[in-house]
Each structure stands twice: as C-alpha cells, then as structure tokens.
C-alpha cells in the first residue's frame, strides 16, 4: 500500500509570494494535520483536518490555511512567504481523527520549502 | 500549557554500546507519549507509544520506554546500539482527545563503530 505522499518534494520561493503544498493520505484515512519543522527543531503543529472540516489549529498566523477535498487529499497555503517561513513541512494522516492522541500518525516524506 | 523537553540535542555512542535518551514533559492533565524516529531526509516513523495500562512499552527494534508519571519522564533505552539506529529522535505528548501532538527539539543519536 501506498503511504502518505507529498508534493513537490523541494520548493524555492521568494519572499511575499505564495505556496501550495500537496498532501494524499494513506487510502482509507480521512484525517489529515499539517506540521512545520524548522532546521534543528522538533515538528509543530499547524492544522488537523478530519472529513473536510478543521479540527485543530496550532499557534500559526492568518497567512496559512488549508483544505480537505472530499477525496480526503489536503492542500496547504501560505501567504505572503517570510524568510521564516523556509521549513520542512511534513503531513500526517490518520484513520478517523478522533483525537490525535490514541490513533497512529503515519508521515510523509515532507516538503522542504525554501524563501529566498 | 503542556510542553516536551529533550533533555539531550545530541548522545553520541559506540556500536553495541546501551543508550538512554531523556525526555521530560509537562501537562495538567492525562497525555500520551510517544517516540518517533526519523531518518535523513525522511519524515517521521512511530517507534513506540504509551496510552494506558503498562507503564514499559517495546519497539518491534529493541527500544523499549518507560512512562513515569510522579517524574514526568518517558525516557527512551536501548541495551545495545547498531550503526544503523543513527537518526533523530523525537519524543511527543499529546492531551487525551486533543488533537495536536507536541514535539520536543529532538535528539540526534550518533552510533560510532
């Protein structure tokens, strides 16, 4: 079976454009979160999405948002590129999404995003 | 607010070798724990998770952790090391029917031969 797929892999922007990230979940998860993982640091949460509706939103400004299509796939935005923006954004999926506490997080490989 | 602390950015040791890699966290209220593991250039695998029940839970790969609730600690062990477990570890806690998980800086464990 197919994991948790991400594109692209690699991604260089300048500052103030935007970005969308792509992510597909393992087939049969509904849930979907979003994670930013900077240089040196552990992954922070951004967003959860289950069943196309979001379910949590970590400390991350307007600038970033998300969707889920109902084929359960995801897309992430952000805004307005800063230079701290340059991270490893990773994608989890989970079968139901009821509480990201009991239910195994499966990741994809990520995306690593550069601004220039 | 809870929070995961790594107490150790990096742990070098020889093959072989036992390791202990420490974590601490912080929360009012019941979490799980968990240690990913990831490789470079990779996203992060499950090692092992603690929910209820045991306090010493296994990996299928020789680690095993134990959860201490009076110290707050859900260190990660392994009795001997492969050069094949270098990676980063990652310990994690999320709040019962939260849906975030925490992660602390991680711990870059360096298996020397």
């Known amino acids: 079976d197919a994991g948790v797929t991400q594109s692209p892999t690699h991604l260089i922007k300048t500052r103030g454009q935007h970005v969308t990230l792509r992510c597909s979940p393992i087939s049969g998860h509904k849930s979907v979160s979003w994670y930013q993982q900077v240089l040196g640091q552990g992954p922070q949460f951004i967003f959860q999405?289950?069943?196309?509706?979001?379910?949590g939103r970590g400390n991350f400004p307007d600038r970033f948002s998300a969707r889920q299509f109902p084929n359960y796939s995801s897309e992430l935005n952000v805004n307005a590129l800063l230079l701290g923006d340059s991270a490893l954004y990773l994608c989890?999926?989970?079968?139901?999404?009821?509480?990201?506490?009991?239910?195994?997080?499966?990741f994809g490989p990520g995306t690593r995003l550069l601004v220039l | 607010a809870q929070s995961v602390t790594q107490l150790d950015s990096q742990v070098p040791v020889f093959e072989e070798a036992p390791v202990e890699l420490r974590c601490n966290y912080s929360s009012s209220v019941s979490v799980y724990l968990f240690w990913y593991v990831q490789y470079p250039n990779q996203g992060l695998q499950l090692l092992l998770k603690?929910?209820?029940?045991?306090?010493l839970v296994k990996s299928i790969n020789g680690f095993e952790a134990e959860f201490n609730k009076s110290q707050t600690s859900f260190h990660l062990r392994k009795p001997s090391v492969h050069i094949s477990d270098t990676a980063e570890y990652f310990c994690?806690?999320?709040?019962?029917?939260?849906?975030?998980?925490?992660f602390g800086a991680g711990t870059r464990l360096f298996v020397k031969a």
């Open positions: 603690y929910l209820s029940g045991s306090t």
């Open positions: 999405y289950y069943e196309k509706e979001e379910r």
């Open positions: 989890a999926s989970s079968q139901s999404g009821g509480g990201a506490g009991r239910e195994t997080q499966y």
């Open positions: 994690a806690a999320s709040n019962t029917g939260g849906f975030k998980t925490i």
